[in-house]
């Protein structure tokens, strides 16, 4: 059994910060690449930031330069330090992870709310 849970959500103004944190729990081997999505009302599921156990990381454009994703690996856990937030940021952010416990698979977290507003 395998959880993910994030944490660090909230309200901030325009301008300000927030660092998103998801940690893996349960049986695990391995922990392959971590990612951050994020959905806003009406629209669809977006890929932010992906981060592989190496190390390498990506991002979409519209967060480049000021978002930055790393990671713990000894902790099982990555982190989303989110910067310069605008109020098109504001969504529920969502932390997937591909896993390698009984199996290798993926695995979701519950997500947590960024709104951005002043």
């Known amino acids: 059994q395998v959880q993910l849970v994030e944490s660090g959500g909230g309200l901030v103004q325009p301008g300000g910060s927030l660092r998103l944190s998801c940690a893996a729990s349960?049986?695990?081997?391995?922990?392959?690449?971590m990612v951050w999505y994020r959905q806003a009302p009406g629209k669809e599921r977006e890929l932010v930031a992906r981060?592989?156990?190496?190390?390498?990381?990506n991002y979409a454009d519209s967060v480049k330069g000021r978002f930055t994703i790393s990671r713990d690996n000894a902790k099982n856990t990555a982190y989303l330090q989110m910067s310069i937030l605008k109020p098109e940021d504001t969504a529920v952010y969502y932390c997937?992870?591909?896993?390698?416990?009984?199996?290798?698979?993926?695995?979701w977290g519950q997500g947590t709310q960024v709104t951005v507003s002043a």
């Open positions: 981060i592989t156990s190496g190390g390498t990381t």
């Open positions: 349960g049986s695990i081997f391995e922990i392959y690449s």
């Open positions: 997937n992870a591909e896993i390698l416990s009984a199996y290798r698979g993926s695995w």
